[in-house]
Every structure is written in C-alpha cells, then in structure tokens.
C-alpha cells in the first residue's frame, strides 16, 4: 500500500460544478497537510495549508483532513475552466519530509 | 506571497555534459530546500533536501556523485546534473521552506531538462 493514494483522473465536470478531490493515506503520524494545484509543465503552487484535523476555507477553496479516517479533501465551489489542471495533496509529520499523491488530473468544460 | 524562480527554464544539453539549474527564493530566506524530479504525468520525486551551509542529504536510490546539490546561501541552491546522459531528460522543480514555524513549501517554475 502506498503511503499517500489519490485517484489520478481524470476527472471531468462542467462549468460552475462542485468539484471533490481526495486522498487517503497510511501514516496516522501525519500532521501537516498542503494541497497544490499544478498545470502543464509549471511547478506546483501552493493552495491550502492545513494543520491537524479540521475545515480551512479560501475562498472557492475549502479543505478538509479527517485524521479518524485518514482521508482529506480539497472541495472547488462554481469550478471555472481556468481550474482545468493537476492537483496534488502532500503531508508531513514534524521533522520529516513532506509526501505527495500522484495527483488528480481534473478538467472543467465550459 | 513567497515566491521561488529557477534558472533556465529549459536547456538542451548532450550526452556527457554538465548542467547546473539555479534556485533561488527571491522575499524570503530559505533554511531548507528540495530538489524533485518529475517524469511526464506522474507525481514529484524527492531527490534531496539541501540546507544552508551543509551537505545536501538525498534520497535512497539518488546518486549524489550525478547530481551534486550546493545550497551556498539562505536564497539560492543549486542542482548541477554531472555527465548528463539521455535517461536524464526530466522536468526538475525546486522548492524552498521560509523557516522553522512554517512548513509550508513553495516552487519554483521548473526545468525542462532535455539531453540528447
């Protein structure tokens, strides 16, 4: 079992739709939780950064870690084209390296 | 926001040359920072953390011979891939934490390294 899985996409919705990404990991040490967004052949940039359990919003953004179940989301409210990219979830325990998912490819079709 | 540059984005290079990709944090100071590879669709590599004024330290199955890491200043790093050969043709991002009470990690833009 890999230590961070995510469902690689890709994932298509249309204009304006709720989107939900998700990861789940192995390692109930993990306490820092980042998703990024990243597009083609760009580095990835930084959109949530959550510590802990619990709800963080930014804007369209809003993340979720649910450390019970070692799930975490990433929810996209009235998703816009400009959205259509790669989205990579990455934890950490203090003192150790972060570890990424593979990424969900989402694209959102005007 | 913070953010990370790298220099070139894009250079082609031949087989058993050297090629040296510079990171730099430019509004903050960086402790520590990463080099990743990443290969067409698939997800960022760790290759090693590099900290300011020490030896980078790399991850299992990296040869620290081929890619020689120098983090010479708290806001530049850099990967110099040594005799470069094909299989070496890869997309490598860095990034850079702002401190010790934070850890988040900002990226560079990458670099398309193509070797021919």
């Known amino acids: 079992q890999k230590e961070v899985e995510q469902d690689p996409g890709p994932l298509s919705v249309p204009e304006g739709a709720i989107v939900s990404l998700n990861c789940t990991y192995s390692n109930s040490a993990f306490q820092y939780f980042m998703w990024y967004r990243q597009y083609s052949r760009k580095g990835p940039e930084l959109l949530m950064y959550?510590?802990?359990?619990g709800n963080k919003e930014d804007g369209r953004f809003t993340a979720q870690v649910d450390k019970s179940s070692k799930y975490i989301s990433l929810f996209i409210r009235d998703s816009q084209p400009s959205d259509s990219a790669t989205y990579l979830c990455a934890m950490k325990n203090y003192g150790q390296n972060f570890v990424f998912g593979p990424g969900t490819r989402l694209s959102v079709l005007p | 926001g913070a953010v990370v540059s790298q220099h070139p984005s894009w250079v082609i290079c031949k087989s058993g040359t050297s090629v040296k990709i510079e990171c730099r944090s430019l509004?903050?100071?960086?402790?520590?920072m990463f080099w990743y590879r990443q290969f067409p669709k698939q997800s960022l590599m760790l290759m090693a953390t590099?900290?300011?004024?020490?030896?980078?330290?790399?991850e299992q199955g990296v040869e620290k011979d081929k890619f020689l890491i120098n983090h010479a200043s708290l806001t530049l790093s850099t990967l110099t891939v040594t005799s470069a050969h094909p299989e070496d043709s890869s997309f490598y991002i860095c990034s850079a934490e702002p401190g010790t009470a934070s850890y988040e990690q900002y990226f560079g833009p990458g670099t398309r390294l193509t070797v021919t």
């Open positions: 509004d903050f100071q960086a402790t520590t």
């Open positions: 590099s900290n300011e004024g020490s030896k980078a330290t790399y």
């Open positions: 959550t510590y802990s359990s």
